[in-house]
Structures are given as structure tokens and as C-alpha cells.
């Protein structure tokens, strides 16, 4: 890790019902990142209860207020300023895995895995099993899938990306997951913030374990460059939304995200 950034996400609301929110906007440390300041402020200040879900990410439990409302979150993190890459990282055996990967083997609500292991396989070739393997694949979602951001707000499954040809970050991930997933490598879904990203918005993409540790692969933005800031980690989109609300919906009328290189502390 060599690189400081600050990160900064405002999300308002207008005036409307009294609704339960769980959120997901604080960054947690790491073995890929280490959180030296937080901001969480509101206006109104409500109660919030502090939690960490099953897969470990920090959420913030709260009632949003009927009044306008508006949360502004960031903070200070030193990070990798580029992805790690390992080519010839080699396939871990599942009997050797370490058993908190093992849920992100699985088939779950929008990474249909079980589906998808003849063409994993066919696009594979005679890739050296483990990273090599994800290389093969994120390169063929990459040229398979159009990236149109703003183009859904609703996630689909790995099938229906596959089927439609496009879609936004989220969707692309979910494919790249469950081809990954359809060999047994452990992949898993990561939200945050990525620098250089048009238009600049939280952001998705994935990493798979393969060579005793987990690697960042991101079939929007391949260029290794960039620095990254994790939210939450989970099995698909279902696991990680920066937000949940229950009851009357509340659209947000603004959010804003922002990330970008910090002076030294």
C-alpha cells in the first residue's frame, strides 16, 4: 500500500415518510487498504447503531428522518495506488482453501455459476489453471459486454447480461463471477470507489482467490492504474447495496461520489 486518497460519497433526500435505512459507506482496513480518518456526518443527526454484516463490511443501521435528509461520508485511505497483477498465480485446490472463501464458490441470486462451466471452460483453452484462467475470462466479458453506464438501476443475473450483451459495472462483474465461480475459483463482488471512472460514481468489480490470496480483476476499467477504495464485500449485488430502505420508498435526489489523491497526513 503507497497511496493516500480521500473519499468523499453525499447522499440527500427530500422531505417524505419515515423510512428504516442500512447503508454500507464506511470503508473498513484491510489487507488491501488501511482507513486512517472517517467522516459520517448528517443533518439531521438520528441515532445510528454501528454493525458488521456476515461477510464483515461496516453498516450503519438508522431511520431516516420525514424532514429533508442528507448523510456525507468519507474518509483518508492509504491504498494501492494499482492493481496487483500475478499471471501464472496458480488454482488452489478447494480442499486447501481457507474456509471463509469457501461461500464465494457457490451459485447465489445473480451469479447462476452452476450454468455457466461449458463455456468457462471453452474460453479458458489451455490456460494455466488459477489466474491465467480469470485473465481469459474477464477479457471475454470485457469484449462480449457493452458497458453503458446509467443504463440500470435494477441488478440481472449473469445469464441475462450474457443474453442482453450490455449493461452497466454490476452486471459485467456478475457474468465475470459466475464464469469464474463455474471453475472453482473463488470470486467475490467488491464496491467502492475507483479513480479516473467516467462518469465518476461508486463503482463495481471482482476478485478472485487464486494463489493463497485474492486479486483485483475489473472488466470496465483494465488498466491496473487507479486506486481503489473497498465499501463491501459480498457474493453479488444482493450483498453489498450502499444503501437499503424498507417501506415507502425514498429516492435519493442527490449522490454524489468522489475520490481523489490526498496530500501526506
Not at 471452460?121 to 453506464?149: C, F, I, S
Request: aromatic letters at 8%; glycine letters at 6%.
Amino acid at each position: 500500500m503507497d497511496t493516500w486518497v480521500d473519499t468523499r460519497c453525499i447522499l440527500e433526500f427530500d422531505t417524505g415518510p419515515r423510512v428504516p435505512l442500512i447503508l454500507l459507506l464506511r470503508p473498513r482496513s484491510g489487507s488491501h487498504q488501511w482507513v486512517a480518518r472517517d467522516l459520517y456526518a448528517m443533518d439531521p443527526v438520528v441515532p445510528v447503531e454501528d454493525y458488521r454484516d456476515i461477510y464483515g463490511n461496516a453498516c450503519q443501521r438508522l431511520v431516516a428522518p420525514a424532514t429533508p435528509f442528507r448523510i456525507d461520508a468519507g474518509a483518508t485511505v492509504l491504498t494501492m495506488g494499482r492493481a496487483e497483477c500475478a499471471p501464472g498465480a496458480p488454482f488452489v485446490l478447494i480442499q486447501d482453501l481457507p474456509t471463509p472463501v469457501l461461500p464465494y464458490l457457490l451459485p447465489s441470486r445473480y451469479c447462476e455459476a452452476d450454468l455457466l462451466g461449458r463455456l468457462a471452460l471453452d474460453l479458458v483453452g489451455n490456460a494455466k489453471p488459477g489466474y491465467d484462467q480469470v485473465m481469459r475470462l474477464t477479457d471475454w466479458v470485457e469484449e462480449h459486454v457493452d458497458y453503458l453506464p446509467g443504463t440500470s438501476n435494477t441488478p440481472i443475473t449473469a445469464l441475462e447480461v450474457k443474453a442482453r450483451g450490455s449493461g452497466v459495472c454490476r452486471d459485467l462483474t456478475h457474468l465475470a463471477i459466475a464464469l469464474c465461480r463455474s471453475i472453482s475459483i473463488p470470486a467475490r463482488i467488491a464496491v467502492g470507489y475507483l479513480e479516473h471512472l467516467e462518469p465518476m460514481d461508486l463503482h463495481a468489480w471482482f476478485e478472485v482467490y487464486v494463489g493463497d490470496r485474492w486479486y483485483t480483476f475489473d472488466p470496465v476499467q483494465r488498466t491496473a492504474d487507479a486506486a481503489r477504495v473497498v465499501l463491501a464485500y459480498g457474493r453479488d449485488a444482493a450483498d453489498v447495496p450502499v444503501f437499503n430502505q424498507f417501506g415507502p420508498q425514498r429516492i435519493p435526489t442527490r449522490l454524489d461520489v468522489n475520490i481523489e489523491r490526498s496530500h501526506a497526513l
